[in-house]
C-alpha cells in the first residue's frame, strides 16, 4: 500500500513521527508536511506566492505552505504516483464538532478525499503528547480494519483518540459531530508600543456531547470514527427558500 501522509502541526510534529512510524509497517509511506505549525489552517491555498518543496533528514518532505497545499501539491506533481489512502496527524489535540471546519488536520485528510481517495485524519484527545504512540498505533489499527473490510470509497473518516494507554483504547465508536458553544471572547492585550493586539479565544464547551457523538465518546474514553460529507447545503432553508427563485418575476 502507498500511503501519502500529512498534517497540520508541521513536519518536526511527534504526532506526525508516531504515525509514520507506525505506518510503515503497511507500506511505503510519503511525508509532505507543512514547515510551520498551521493548526487552525481550514482548507486554505496559498495562492498568492509560489511553494517550496525541501527535504529533511528524516526523510520527510516539507512545504512553506499550508497542510491544503502539501497534499494538493502532493497528487498534483510531486508524487509520480497516486496513493491508495491521504492519512493526517497525530494532531496535538481534538478535532470534533465545529473544530473540524476549523483544522487543518481535517483538511489535510479533506484534500485527499477531494481527489477521490480513501482519507483518515488522526487527532489525540488532549494538547500533550503523553500517549501518541498508543493513538499512531489504533491510527494504523483502524486503517489495517478498513484494508480487511473495505468501504467505497472515497470517504472521509475524522478520528478522535482519547490520550491513555492502548490497552485502554479498545473500544471505537462510529459516531456522528456533536456542537459546541460559541468560542470563548477574544483575549485583548497592548503592544509595546501601546497598540491594542488581539489573541483568538479557546474553543467552546461541547453543547451537544449527547450519546452518539464524538464528544460523547471519547469522554468515555471511546475512539470516535466520525464519516464526514462536504456538501454544505442546508436543505431545510433550501425548502423554505424554494420559492425565492421566482422572486425577481415580482419585482416591480
Ligand atoms: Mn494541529
Known amino acids: 500500500m502507498r500511503i501519502l501522509l500529512s498534517n497540520d502541526d508541521g513536519y518536526l510534529a511527534p504526532g506526525l513521527a508516531a504515525l509514520h512510524r507506525e505506518l510503515t509497517r503497511l507500506g511505503d509511506v510519503a511525508v509532505v508536511a507543512p514547515e510551520q505549525n498551521c493548526s487552525g489552517a481550514s482548507n486554505s491555498l496559498t495562492l498568492n506566492r509560489p511553494l517550496s518543496l525541501f527535504n529533511a533528514p528524516s526523510g520527510f518532505r516539507y512545504v512553506n505552505g499550508t497542510p491544503t497545499d502539501c497534499v494538493h ?30 483544522s487543518g488536520t481535517v483538511a489535510a485528510a479533506t484534500e485527499g478525499y477531494l481527489f477521490g481517495l480513501p482519507s483518515f485524519a488522526f487527532s489525540l484527545s488532549d494538547k500533550d503528547w503523553q500517549h501518541v504512540d498508543d493513538a499512531a498505533r489504533v491510527a494504523v489499527d483502524i486503517i489495517e480494519h478498513y484494508v480487511t473490510h473495505p468501504l467505497p470509497a472515497p470517504f472521509l473518516l475524522n478520528v478522535n483518540i482519547p490520550n491513555r494507554p492502548y490497552d485502554e483504547l479498545d473500544t471505537w465508536r462510529v459516531t456522528r459531530l456533536g456542537k459546541r458553544h460559541p ?15 488581539y489573541w483568538i479565544g479557546g474553543t467552546g464547551e461541547a453543547r451537544d456531547a449527547s450519546a452518539g457523538t464524538d464528544f460523547h465518546a471519547v469522554a468515555h474514553g471511546e475512539v470516535s470514527i466520525t464519516p464526514l460529507q462536504l456538501d454544505l447545503t442546508d436543505l431545510t432553508t433550501l425548502d423554505a ?11 416591480p
Open 183 to 197: 468560542s470563548q471572547p477574544v483575549i485583548c492585550q497592548e503592544n509595546p508600543r501601546g497598540e491594542p493586539i
Open 241 to 251: 427558500l424554494h420559492h425565492w427563485t421566482t422572486l425577481t418575476e415580482h419585482r
Open 73 to 102: 501539491i502532493a497528487l498534483t506533481g510531486v508524487l509520480d504516483y497516486r496513493p491508495d489512502i491521504v492519512v493526517s496527524g497525530v494532531n496535538n489535540g481534538q478535532n470534533m464538532g465545529e473544530d473540524t471546519l476549523y
